[in-house]
């Protein structure tokens, strides 16, 4: 079993839905949440950062983690044809040092 | 604020060659990383700098693949020979230290095919 498992997608919404991204963790060690965002051809760009449990609310995107079923969420409100990109989840243990562990991406399209 | 930079964008090489990636980062950060992004799957760490200093590398294939981060600044990462399996794209990635800020920038990335 990875240590982070996300389904690849790709998933396909029209314009203006509701999108639901998620992961699953197996450490539990991990305490920091971070969705990433890569468009084709480009490295991934930080969305969303989470320590521990919780909700966090960006704009139209909205991060959750429960840490009891350890599994992260990633919510985009009013979706856009320019959201489509392939969405990371990752993932890291408190200390000093930062290594995240990546999930293998959600493909997400969002058709006009 | 200038981004994370790498070079080339794009590699094309035989098998049993070898190939340099360089990377600069961020002006001030301290933390440097190397991943590899196989298609179709999510970055994986490759090595890990404070400074010009090894934090991690426990996941890089070191009878081919050497990084050095001179003088705590700019990065090679170097493949040497090369096999099929390392195509792949490598990222540079770069951060702040230390447990408040953990936002860890990417650059572009080098594409590298090896035929």
């Known amino acids: 079993q990875k240590e982070v498992e996300q389904d690849p997608g790709p998933l396909s919404v029209p314009e203006g839905a509701i999108v639901s991204l998620n992961c699953t963790y197996s450490?539990?060690?991990?305490?920091?949440f971070m969705w990433y965002r890569q468009y084709s051809r480009k490295g991934p760009e930080l969305l969303m950062y989470?320590?521990?449990?919780g909700n966090k609310e960006d704009g139209r995107f909205t991060a959750q983690v429960d840490k009891s079923s350890k599994y992260i969420s990633l919510f985009i409100r009013d979706s856009q044809p320019s959201d489509s990109a392939t969405y990371l989840c990752?993932?890291?243990?408190?200390?000093?040092?930062?290594?995240?562990?990546f999930g293998r991406g959600t493909s997400l399209i969002v058709h006009p | 604020e200038a981004g994370v930079a790498q070079s080339p964008r794009y590699k094309i090489i035989e098998k049993r060659q070898s190939v340099a990636f360089w990377c600069n980062p961020i002006?001030?950060?301290?933390?440097l990383y190397w991943y590899q992004q196989i298609l179709g799957q999510g970055p994986k760490l490759l090595i890990q700098?404070?400074?010009?200093?090894?934090?991690?590398d426990s996941q890089l294939p070191k009878d081919r693949f050497s990084a050095e981060r001179l003088k705590g600044v700019d990065s090679t990462l170097k493949i040497q020979p090369a096999k099929l399996e390392d195509s792949a794209v490598y990222l540079c990635?770069?951060?702040?230290?230390?447990?408040?800020?953990?936002?860890?920038?990417f650059g572009q990335g080098t594409r590298l095919t090896v035929v």
């Open positions: 990635a770069s951060s702040f230290f230390g447990s408040r800020d953990r936002e860890a920038f």
């Open positions: 002006s001030g950060h301290a933390t």
């Open positions: 989470t320590y521990s449990s």
């Open positions: 450490n539990s060690a991990f305490q920091y």
């Open positions: 990752a993932m890291s243990a408190e200390g000093g040092s930062y290594i995240p562990t």
């Open positions: 700098f404070q400074n010009n200093g090894v934090v991690d």
